[in-house]
């Protein structure tokens, strides 16, 4: 492996600490190496803290190595004074000669500004080591700020003969279809994610938390579509103890606490709908987990990312029929009787 591959790469290593906790700043890596030793390394934490420079230059114990040192970022440091100041300034204050850098920072406060204040002070900048790597890590981010649209999973579990749901239930809960292991790692999917978004049949059908209450992580918001004001206080998504967005049509409600209600048209474009609204509230990553009419409805437009298909062995006969996906990009995971087949939308 080349040497800038080598650092980069841990960059990234690093940066992975961060998923689910830095929205809506990116995931960053940063380590400071002299004389090819990591003497300093760290990553972004949480938005408002300190950035993956900062944490690395920090963790360095002999400040005078700096001025010989390199530093490596897997993302463009940042040139504008947010939440904390510009990155790019504090390793212009320290002299550190070298920045190695794996990908340029989309968002239009960055985007080539940070890289050309370095340049500016003389330091010596490299660009676009490991770039898809380094793309993919913040497939999120950038999915947000190049397509102004959050990132779409879609998630459903599906029987064995191909339904989603019975057509009848006894109870007002899900019917599980999928094994407990399988239940839990789409909790930890939850921790991961910025929001998590249902339509109206799913709420009043099964009364869902939305939470990640089998994780230990944070919940993500809720998006809740309710076009007719069906969904009252007596459901889980109105509890108050996440934030909660609710796109509605109806003309009689109120944000109460947590429960945040957006105006929006149900007609043929309600998808760019639902993403204006959502990146107006900075959501950058949206689990769709819905039924199979809304998850149905993100394919038929093509307006999605990847998908994570649970197949059970349970058997129905007859039900709601699971969506119907056709994209070749397929991987396949066992989780005991479970199948998990992982779709990306090239």
């Known amino acids: ?57 920090n963790s360095v114990k002999d400040k005078s190595l700096l001025s010989k040192a390199t530093i490596y970022v897997s993302l463009e440091p ?73 990132y779409i999973i879609l998630k459903w579990a599906e029987t064995a003969d191909g339904f989603i749901a019975p057509i009848f239930k006894d109870e007002q809960k899900p019917v599980w279809i999928t094994n407990s292991y399988s239940r839990q790692l789409v909790h930890k999917w939850r921790t991961e994610e910025q929001a998590i978004l249902v339509g109206t049949k799913t709420v009043l059908d099964d009364n869902p938390s939305l939470n990640a209450r089998d994780y230990s992580g944070n919940s993500p918001v809720r998006i809740v579509l309710d076009k007719s004001g069906k969904i009252n206080s007596k459901f889980h998504v109105k509890d108050n103890t996440i934030k909660t967005i609710i796109l509605t049509e109806n003309e009689d409600f109120q944000t109460v606490e947590n429960c945040i209600y957006e105006k929006c048209t149900f007609d043929k474009n309600l998808i760019e709908t639902i993403f204006a609204v959502l990146v107006k509230h900075q959501i ?55 199948e998990l087949i992982y779709i990306v939308n090239d």
């Open 1 to 57: 492996m080349k040497i800038h591959e080598k650092y980069i790469n841990r960059c990234i290593e690093l940066a992975k600490n961060g998923l689910g906790t830095t929205y809506p700043n990116p995931l960053v890596g940063s380590v400071v190496v002299y004389n090819d030793k990591i003497i300093g390394e760290g990553w972004h934490k949480k938005a408002g803290e300190p950035h993956a420079e900062v944490n690395a230059i």
């Open 284 to 338: 950058q990553s949206v689990i769709i987990e819905g039924g199979s009419k809304t998850i149905q409805s993100f394919i038929d437009k093509d307006l999605w990312d990847e998908a994570r298909v649970f197949k059970g062995k349970t058997i129905f006969e007859k039900g709601i029929k699971a969506p119907t996906i056709n994209h070749s990009a397929r991987r396949k995971n066992q989780i005991l009787t479970d």
């Open 78 to 150: 940042c040139s504008h004074f947010g939440k904390t100041p510009p990155c790019a300034d504090l390793i212009v204050f320290h002299k550190i000669p070298n920045v190695v850098i794996g990908t340029v920072d989309p968002n239009e406060k960055v985007a080539g500004k940070g890289i050309k204040k370095l340049m500016e002070a003389d330091a010596n900048v490299t660009i676009g080591i490991l770039e898809k790597e380094c793309y993919n890590l913040n497939k999120r981010f950038f999915t947000f700020h190049n397509k102004k649209r959050p």
